[in-house]
Each structure stands twice: as structure tokens, then as C-alpha cells.
Nanobody
């Protein structure tokens, strides 16, 4: 059973940085597209960023472009979300999600596996 373990959340001041990690486990083969989502209190979940299984393609939510960067280290089987210039409106629970897509240069459109979430709070 594929499981996703997120880490790296916390409290940071506006303008600060955090790096989230997503480490899939429990699978022996296959290629995963990974997405990061977030949900703030009283709001719907939104997609923040994604990376294809090949690592050649990424997408970002318009409001995080230029501030957030998604990357993957296949040797460590870990996907990172580097978040810079954080704003109070970035405060949310961040989730990583995975989809088995085969070797692909496109992000998945639906995700079958979800992590437990990590809290990111941006406040002075």
C-alpha cells in the first residue's frame, strides 16, 4: 500500500521560507506524478503545484508562481516544495498526493493517494 509522508511545515514570518517534503513508501515500482494541495480554514482545497513522473514538467498555481518551486530527487524518492516569500494567505494545511501515471511528461489530473497533511502558518 502506497503511503505518503509529508514533513517541513511550521510557523514562519511573512517573507520567510519553508521547504516541504513528500516521501512515498510502500511501492516497489512504477512512476508517480506528485501534486501539492492546500486547504485553508473555510476554503476549498486547491492545487498548488505538481510535477510529472519524469520530472520534466511542472505546474504552479498562479498566486505562487515565482515564489514556490517543486522538484524531485529520484534517488531519495522524495518530492520537495520550496516556498519562498511566504505570505499570510499561504497559511493552510498542505497535502501531497500521488498518482501512478507510468513514465510521463505530464502531471496527473486525478490523484489516488494522499498524505496526512502538514500545517503551514505564516504570521508575524
Amino acid at each position: 500500500q502506497l503511503q505518503l509522508v509529508e514533513s517541513g511545515g511550521g510557523l514562519v514570518q511573512p517573507g520567510g521560507s519553508l521547504r516541504l517534503s513528500c516521501a512515498p513508501s510502500g511501492f516497489s515500482s512504477g512512476y508517480l506524478s506528485i501534486g501539492w494541495f492546500r486547504q485553508a480554514p473555510g476554503k476549498e482545497r486547491e492545487g498548488v503545484s505538481c510535477i510529472s513522473s519524469s520530472g520534466s514538467s511542472t505546474n504552479q498555481l498562479e498566486s505562487v508562481k515565482g515564489r514556490f518551486t517543486i522538484s524531485r530527487d529520484n534517488a531519495k524518492k522524495t518530492v520537495y516544495l520550496q516556498m519562498n516569500s511566504l505570505k499570510p494567505e499561504d497559511t493552510a494545511v498542505y497535502y501531497c498526493a500521488a498518482a501512478r501515471t507510468g513514465y510521463s511528461s505530464h502531471c496527473a489530473t486525478t490523484y489516488d493517494y494522499w498524505g496526512q497533511g502538514t500545517q503551514v502558518t505564516v504570521s508575524s
